[in-house]
């Protein structure tokens, strides 16, 4: 048994640890790639006008980073973060392949010159899997353990999507992070899923005291060891990540476990800071010399050199290898300075894979067809999807099979599909988006939903920093497959927390698309389409739409498209149209909008027979801007009609676009209507009333159109 020099646990230490490690070849391999990490620091450092991207370096954390990254195999996910990397050449990356990274090249294999150093994405066959993450402060935790999460569920159902090794290993997934990050709240969410579902994951928590200027006495009450703790049925381990062999020993018993057993563990790594914070923030601005020195004392690369040398290997041996080491990283340097710079033209490539689905294509008018409610159309497409696609699963809070959703939008799913497929979780919105970057990396295809659009901020931070930026930085790698559905929109009361509307503050997001239908057969059919896209799609229904039970919304039911039915994304649609005669006359406008602005709309018109054409833009983004310059055109006049509080909201924006594109064919400045400028919607009916739209309001701004 392999037991760690201060926990209670116990882990059986496999064929391949501290025993078979003692060999003089391996120990010299670690030294080689210690010699090259520490060669890296110091050409860096000599460098600083080329090197000038920020960066930081491996200097203190080699050993530990070594020790795991030579016991990793192709089909093992890792999540490094930003100082790894010698835990990067451990795996096989080549000092010259991070140095055209660092130097942000053309040639850079991981983002094409597009993200910083050691924030690295590789899907090469003969490394581990790296999907892309951001800058590891925390965030990644939350993709890495969806990778876990997708792991564990393809071995349930026995996908031919799990890579195994060639005797059938199972892959584990490495998610290593610095000890200031664990404060995160994100961490937490990820340490209890993984805990509460068991998942195959190891997180390396390299400690050495300090975050930024910040030391941990400052910024912790413990330390991640003991936050651990807290987390019952997370294994835990502490090892000297200073000492090579303590590191390859407790590293091999952490992969063995979870290679094994299938369960996480936190290992915490000590582990001397040796560099500067980052090549900008240097330590000498924050750190004394007591605490350098004290630092300097656990350098891996002296130590690893003394236990050489203990061994018997020759002190010229070992000066060699370090001489081997410059003179190679010297020559990887000037080769990645003389390699070429991105070509500018390639700056707005990989913003998304290309769409699944690009013209509409089934049955949408069964002739048999019966009309059911959006959010029947809903239920009923998510249940053909799953039907169809054993990678697909549903999850989110409330959505399993005891109640199957708060607006019974995922109703019978659960029993349907079982438990490993459908299921709740914990009021975790930054988990519940944030995992499906993971989930996606290991090709599971996540439909996950917040329960109210004003729940979504807390996973903003996944959504803004690893979902939407994946495919770009990964320089199309990794685009994320997932389909976030999320209820939105005011009715009947429901007041301040359960009532926005968040499509502007969505729209800000690059890299995402963005949905919102008004019927029942726009529902199923774009449904369809999102779940295909291999981007992330947020989908969002509004809740006053889903039962028609609105006055005046009778018409979102619709006869339910057949099951190979699908609507392309960025698609508008005329839903009414104006009389030839009066447009011939100049006696027409058009109204842009979208989701229940649909209905005011129609309602407000029946007061202008033949002078009204409306336009639902279906997808806010993509936007089908030809149909909207085209009607803008050819009317002179136009309304956009949102229900979003006005004031800086996308329909003030896409005024201003039509306004721009249109400006030599209107006949009148382009008008807006939303809602009342405030900070949320009020509970009480009637001031609701008062906030919104309705086609009172509607009617009177296309009185005043009409007349210009």
């Not at 460098?47 to 030579?70: C, D, F, W």
């Not at 997934?173 to 068991?198: I, M, P, R, Y």
């Not at 009532?499 to 963005?514: A, C, N, P, Q, R």
Request: charged content about 20%; some cysteine; aromatic content about 8%.
């Amino acid at each position: 048994m392999f037991k760690d020099s201060t926990s209670t646990s116990t882990l059986k230490e496999p064929a391949t640890g501290k025993k078979n490690m003692s060999g003089q070849d391996e120990l010299l391999r670690a030294y080689r790639l210690m010699s090259e990490a520490a060669a890296m620091a110091a050409i860096y450092e000599a460098n600083r006008p080329i090197t000038k991207y920020v960066h930081s370096t491996s200097r203190g954390h080699e050993a530990i980073q070594i020790a795991t990254g030579l016991q990793l195999h192709p089909w093992d996910y890792v999540s490094p973060y930003y100082r790894d990397d010698s835990m990067m050449l451990a795996m096989g990356f080549t000092p010259y392949e991070l140095m055209l990274q660092l130097l942000a090249k053309a040639d850079d294999p991981f983002s094409a010159g597009r993200s910083y150093y050691c924030h690295p994405s590789s899907n090469r066959p003969d490394r581990p899997q790296i999907p892309h993450q951001s800058s590891a402060t925390g965030m990644q935790v939350i993709p890495a353990t969806g990778m876990a999460q997708g792991l564990q569920y393809l071995a349930q159902v026995q996908s031919d999507l799990l890579k195994t090794g060639p005797d059938g290993e199972m892959p584990v997934v490495v998610c290593s992070l610095g000890d200031g990050s664990v404060t995160e709240g994100e961490v937490s969410e990820a340490l209890q899923f993984a805990v509460l579902k068991q998942l195959p994951i190891i997180y390396l928590v390299q400690d050495n005291e300090w975050g930024i200027s910040a030391t941990a006495a400052e910024t912790r009450a413990m330390d991640a060891y003991e936050y651990a703790a807290g987390f019952k049925g997370l294994e835990r381990m502490r090892v000297d990540g200073s000492d090579y062999e303590a590191a390859h020993a407790g590293m091999a018993a952490a992969i063995n476990y979870v290679r094994h057993e299938r369960r996480p563990i936190l290992v915490l790594a000590t582990v001397p800071l040796l560099g500067h914070h980052t090549s900008g923030v240097r330590k000498e601005w924050y750190r004394g010399e007591d605490d350098l020195e004290m630092h300097t004392k656990n350098d891996p690369v002296p130590k690893l050199k003394q236990l050489l040398l203990k061994r018997g290997i020759r002190e010229e041996e070992l000066k060699q290898i370090e001489e081997e080491a410059v003179a190679f990283i010297s020559a990887s340097f000037d080769n990645a300075v003389a390699a070429a710079a991105p070509d500018v033209n390639t700056v707005t490539d990989h913003v998304f894979a290309p769409a699944a689905v690009t013209s509409e294509s089934g049955d949408r008018t069964p002739a048999n067809g019966a009309k059911v409610v959006m959010v029947d159309a809903a239920l009923h497409a998510v249940e053909e999807i799953m039907q169809r696609y054993p990678e697909a699963i549903l999850f989110g809070q409330d959505v399993g099979r005891r109640l199957g959703g708060v607006f019974r939008e995922a109703a019978t799913l659960g029993d349907k599909f079982g438990e490993h497929r459908v299921y709740n979780t914990a009021i975790q919105e930054a988990y519940i988006i944030g995992s499906t970057a993971g989930l996606s990396a290991v090709g599971v295809k996540p439909i996950v939903e917040v329960q109210f659009a004003d729940y979504i901020f807390p996973g903003f931070n996944q959504l803004v920093t690893e979902i939407a930026k994946s495919c770009y930085l990964s320089n199309g790698k990794y685009p994320v497959q997932t389909l976030i559905r999320v209820p939105i929109g005011a009715y009947g009361g429901g007041g301040p927390y359960h009532s926005g509307s968040v499509e502007s503050t969505l729209l800000t997001v690059k890299g995402i698309k963005i949905v919102y239908p008004s019927n029942a057969a726009d529902m199923k059919g774009l449904m369809k389409a999102a779940f295909l896209d291999p981007n992330p799609v947020v989908m969002l229904e509004h809740k006053g739409l889903y039962w028609s039970k609105v006055p005046g919304t009778l018409e979102a039911m619709t006869i339910e498209p057949a099951a190979d039915y699908v609507l392309p994304l960025g698609k508008g649609a005329v839903v009414q149209a104006a009389h030839p005669k009066d447009v011939a006359s100049g006696r027409s406008m058009c109204i842009i909008t979208y989701g229940m602005g649909v209905y005011w709309a129609k309602a407000a018109a029946k007061a202008f027979a033949g002078n009204v054409e409306i336009i639902d833009l279906r997808t806010l983004f993509p936007l089908d801007e030809a149909l909207v310059f085209d009607t803008v055109r050819k009317h002179g006049k136009c309304l956009v009609l949102t229900e979003e509080q006005l004031n800086n909201s996308f329909a003030q924006a896409l005024a201003g676009r039509i306004q721009h594109a249109c400006f030599k064919e209107l006949d009148a400045p382009v008008y807006t209507l939303g809602a009342l400028d405030l900070p949320c919607v009020p509970l009480n009916t009637d001031l609701e009333a008062t906030m919104l739209p309705n086609p009172d309001k509607v009617a009177a701004l296309i009185a005043e159109l009409l007349a210009y």
